[in-house]
């Protein structure tokens, strides 16, 4: 691990530590060290409680980073998708006075600043077609038990992540500036986010460059498009590296 750039992995609303490895598995690992982000849960962290504060978990997730850096001079990367994103965003302004990070790599999530002219989605709305378009290795028996037990389970998880940054609304993100660069990854055809001015703020939130990257695909494109969006990942990691 040593000499090697870190990456850290955010996974969406709902999502645990393996839920981005179909992309990280088939990623040039040859530079980089990939590291999963477990929240209590779910995973390997199921018997642990939910966090109840947006505080609580920024510093959670900050922590697994200090600990798994070998100094504060190893580089390291952070992606988060979807709710990852803003989580990535927070702990990366959390710890880049002390430690050395080469940059913040965001895709799937609307801008924190961006204000929309249109009716959000209710909770219910949201997490019905959050279910329904992420893919699962169990879709094809969803009148099974298993699959309405996991299916159950992941809602659960869903809204309670989701209520972490519902209830607990951050009212200082103009202040939220990163020194590193910052790539936003956009899908083309998202069912969440498919305006594609929402990412445009993006670049408020870093003093350094903003790059923006389109890729075919839904709001979960790296199940449907593994091989392409690693590809991705490995060209954006290359170029913070270098």
């Not at 990367?77 to 965001?106: C, P, R």
């Not at 869903?158 to 519902?166: G, H, Y």
């Amino acid at each position: 691990m040593e000499g090697k750039t870190l990456l850290f992995c955010l996974p969406y609303a709902g999502g645990s530590s393996t839920s981005l490895s179909n992309v990280t598995h088939v990623m040039n690992t040859e530079n980089i060290q990939i590291h999963h982000i477990e929240l209590p849960g779910r995973g390997m962290r199921n018997k642990e409680p939910f966090h109840s504060t947006l505080e609580e978990t920024i510093e959670d997730i900050s922590e697994k980073i200090r600990s798994t850096l070998l100094s504060t001079d190893q580089p390291f990367i952070l992606w988060g998708h979807s709710m990852g994103a803003v989580l990535a965003l927070l702990v990366l302004f959390n710890l880049q006075e002390d430690y050395t990070s080469k940059g913040l790599i965001v895709s799937g999530m609307r801008a924190p600043l961006f204000q929309s002219t249109e009716q959000p989605l209710t909770r219910e709305k949201r997490n019905a077609l959050l279910s329904d378009i992420l893919p699962t290795k169990y879709e094809r028996s969803k009148n099974a038990p298993i699959f309405k037990r996991v299916q159950q389970k992941r809602i659960e998880i869903m809204e309670k992540d989701t209520a972490l940054l519902e209830e607990n609304p951050l009212e200082h993100w103009s202040s939220i500036i990163l020194k590193t660069p910052l790539a936003v990854i956009m899908a083309e055809n998202d069912e969440l986010y498919n305006n594609k001015k929402c990412y445009k703020d993006w670049s408020r939130h870093t003093s350094n460059t903003t790059s923006y990257f389109l890729v075919e695909g839904g709001h979960f494109f790296m199940f449907q498009h593994a091989k392409q969006t690693a590809a991705l990942l490995n060209k954006i990691i290359n170029d913070l590296i270098h």
